[in-house]
């Protein structure tokens, strides 16, 4: 696979992602800012694979706030930007992007949201394409790995061409689906652009805004007239019954018209469903007796077509969200099959719902790695706080400290609220509060929480987890990460003097993996009052080994099964542990070497990798 050929007519098999990256190099792309986040992450990854070779200039934010100004700003150099997060991150980069709106981007500028029906990778399952009405953003929906190239490249063209940002909306199905890809001809990247001084447009001071505002509103009116013939939206199919899909429901219904040739429908495809092409629309309703609207998470599409009837007088059946098709999780082709055959009056097996039956598949939850320096601060803190504190949690690996036998996570909002909503729920209960958060988060969000946890006075204790990098997401570097180790000039920017620097008096530092030392500065931390800090420093093993060339050759041995191992297993929780039979074992090839269990149970040693 070469996603830098510049040449069109070859043909490869893509991820969703891969193909995005594909289009926006097509369209030319100068600029790219992001920050990671499933399912949105092999987006910039492989920007980042590929910048060394390429000349446009990538790069990794601390947030995507700062994603979005950056992208913005170099839209309005004249530069064609790209800005990539997923679905909630939106809503860290919300204030810059409805700005944006308004001032125009002249150079053009993509805003990828990868929203997250399911919630595979996120807590909540937000539908981003309210933001795109929010905002008035042209709003493109691939459901191909091929549209997802296509669209890209027709997003930022559109977006050069009416000086707009445009949103590409894509859900993790569409991300990591893997489909062929006929590549087109690749522009030069543009990294160079001159600003046009404009501040009667581009500083948005109340008088100006209220003239943007309807400006925006007027260029969306010509752009509407524009994807009236959008080849993207479709019509095919005959019968008294529509469809209108968009997203992955259009091939879940593609798949299920193939299957089932019984069932007869009208269809349009919405490929761009904002501004929404009401002309075709309402053309395509005329002489229908009813329309299904196939579209995950919320009735978007829905109320817009609600609305047009209504206003048009059109008397066609609106079915929808609460009708046939729940407000909630990803479709299937089983899910489109019901509603379809729900709406024509035909006959659908009873025992067969929308959702496969997993109630008989065994559970399997996520856990922290085999290895995981969390694992060992978690231990700790168990052993002096109990359940007698309250564990404000973050965004991360860490998360998964709610399990038991750590149960070190009571509450969580989003990235960086470890915080700040310790320092809120300090203040109304007796008990003591202890937050965490990763380095990363730490850079993204939790600095300001910090500041004022000191300026307010409050009484918590921060721990900031610092496996020195991004783990969740794929390892992807941070502020604090040493760029050297990607190859590129030395420099980072260390914790510990952001932490002074912001107040913090009562600071200690130490390798998460020695026992002693969590365990006996934590003791000292809880006998303090005010804001106090323990930074937990140790490398993912995984980011260890793969990206530090660690290579750990010790692993841990049980020497003696017995109760002690059996408290070791029962209490780490480490899936390097197994029972056989009656014995406990340690698998060494899952085993990090961390010895973390050595240090807490005599039956376990230390041994050599055969």
């Given at each position: 696979m070469n996603l830098l050929d510049p040449n069109s007519g070859i043909k490869e098999l893509l991820l969703g992602n891969e193909a995005i990256v594909r289009g926006a190099l097509e369209a030319g792309v100068g600029f790219i800012s992001c920050y990671p986040g499933t399912p949105s992450s092999?987006?910039?990854?492989?920007?980042?694979?590929?910048?060394?070779?390429?000349?446009?200039?990538?790069?990794?934010?601390?947030?995507?706030?700062?994603?979005?100004?950056?992208?913005?700003?170099?839209?309005?150099?004249?530069?064609?930007?790209?800005?990539?997060?997923?679905?909630?991150?939106?809503?860290?980069?919300?204030?810059?992007?409805?700005?944006?709106?308004?001032?125009?981007?002249?150079?053009?500028?993509?805003?990828?949201?990868?929203?997250?029906?399911?919630?595979?990778?996120?807590?909540?399952?937000?539908?981003?394409?309210?933001?795109?009405?929010?905002?008035?953003?042209?709003?493109?929906?691939?459901?191909?790995?091929?549209?997802?190239?296509?669209?890209?490249?027709?997003?930022?063209?559109?977006?050069?061409?009416?000086?707009?940002?445009?949103?590409?909306r894509t859900t993790t199905r569409v991300n990591h689906m893997r489909g062929p890809v006929e590549f087109g001809q690749m522009k030069p990247a543009k990294t160079r652009g001159e600003f046009k001084k404009n501040p009667g447009r581009f500083v948005p001071i109340p008088a100006v805004a209220?003239?943007?505002?309807?400006?925006?509103?007027?260029?969306?009116?010509?752009?509407?007239?524009?994807?009236?013939?959008?080849?993207?939206?479709?019509?095919?199919?005959?019968?008294?019954?529509?469809?209108?899909?968009?997203?992955?429901?259009?091939?879940?219904?593609?798949?299920?018209?193939?299957?089932?040739?019984?069932?007869?429908?009208?269809?349009?495809?919405?490929?761009?469903?904002?501004?929404?092409?009401?002309?075709?629309?309402k053309n395509f309703l005329s002489g229908l007796d009813k329309v299904i609207i196939l579209e995950e998470l919320e009735p978007v599409l829905e109320n817009d077509i609600r609305v047009l009837c209504q206003k048009n007088g059109l008397t066609t059946e609106v079915v929808g969200k609460g009708d046939i098709l729940p407000l909630w999780d990803e479709y299937s082709t089983l899910c489109v099959e019901k509603a379809l055959m729900d709406a024509l009056g035909l006959d659908f097996k009873e025992e067969e719902q929308c959702s496969p039956d997993v109630s008989g598949l065994p559970n399997r939850p996520p856990n922290l790695c085999a290895g995981c320096s969390h694992r060992s601060v978690y231990l700790n803190v168990r052993k002096v706080f109990g359940n007698e504190a309250i564990y404000?949690?973050?965004?991360?690996?860490?998360?998964?400290?709610?399990?038991?036998?750590?149960?070190?996570?009571?509450?969580?909002?989003?990235?960086?609220?470890?915080?700040?909503?310790g320092c809120g729920m300090s203040r109304v209960v007796d008990s003591p509060v202890v937050a965490f958060i990763g380095d990363s988060t730490f850079f993204h969000s939790g600095i300001t929480?910090?500041?004022?946890?000191v300026y307010n006075k409050y009484d918590l204790i921060l721990v900031i987890l610092d496996n020195r990098t991004t783990a969740m997401t794929g390892h992807q570097p941070h502020p604090g990460v040493d760029q050297s180790l990607y190859g590129l000039k030395p420099g980072n920017i260390e914790i510990e003097p952001l932490v002074r620097a912001s107040g913090v008096e009562n600071i200690r530092k130490v390798k998460a993996l020695n026992q002693k030392a969590v365990l006996e500065a934590?003791?000292?931390?809880?006998?303090?009052?005010?804001?106090?800090?323990?930074?937990?420093?140790?490398?993912?093993?995984?980011?260890?080994?793969?990206?530090?060339?660690?290579?750990?050759?010790?692993?841990?041995?049980?020497?003696?099964?017995?109760p002690a191992t059996l408290e070791c297993l029962n209490t780490l929780a480490c899936p390097a542990f197994y029972l056989d039979g009656e014995e406990v074992r340690i698998n060494p090839d899952t085993c990090a070497g961390c010895m973390v269990c050595v240090q807490i149970c005599d039956e376990i040693k230390p041994g050599s990798r055969s």
């Open positions: 092999e987006v910039p990854d492989t920007f980042f694979r590929l910048s060394s070779k390429s000349e446009y200039y990538f790069e990794y934010a601390p947030n995507e706030k700062v994603a979005m100004e950056t992208a913005g700003a170099a839209a309005l150099g004249g530069v064609p930007a790209l800005v990539t997060m997923k679905h909630v991150g939106v809503n860290v980069a919300a204030d810059p992007m409805m700005t944006l709106a308004y001032i125009g981007t002249p150079g053009g500028l993509v805003i990828l949201s990868a929203d997250d029906p399911g919630c595979h990778s996120s807590q909540n399952e937000q539908d981003n394409r309210y933001y795109s009405r929010l905002a008035g953003l042209p709003c493109f929906e691939p459901s191909t790995a091929q549209e997802c190239k296509d669209m890209t490249r027709e997003a930022m063209e559109l977006s050069a061409k009416w000086e707009q940002p445009v949103m590409l209220r003239v943007r505002h309807r400006a925006l509103t007027a260029i969306l009116q010509k752009i509407r007239l524009e994807i009236e013939d959008s080849p993207w939206n479709k019509s095919w199919g005959q019968g008294k019954v529509g469809v209108i899909a968009s997203g992955v429901s259009r091939s879940y219904l593609k798949d299920v018209l193939k299957s089932r040739p019984e069932i007869e429908v009208k269809v349009l495809e919405l490929g761009v469903t904002h501004p929404l092409p009401g002309n075709l629309v404000s949690s973050d965004i991360g690996c860490y998360t998964l400290g709610i399990l038991p036998p750590l149960k070190t996570a009571d509450f969580l909002f989003c990235m960086g609220s470890s915080v700040s909503g929480g910090l500041i004022n946890a934590l003791e000292e931390l809880k006998n303090m009052r005010g804001v106090r800090v323990l930074i937990a420093e140790e490398p993912c093993p995984l980011y260890a080994k793969r990206i530090m060339g660690v290579k750990r050759n010790k692993v841990a041995v049980v020497k003696e099964s017995g």
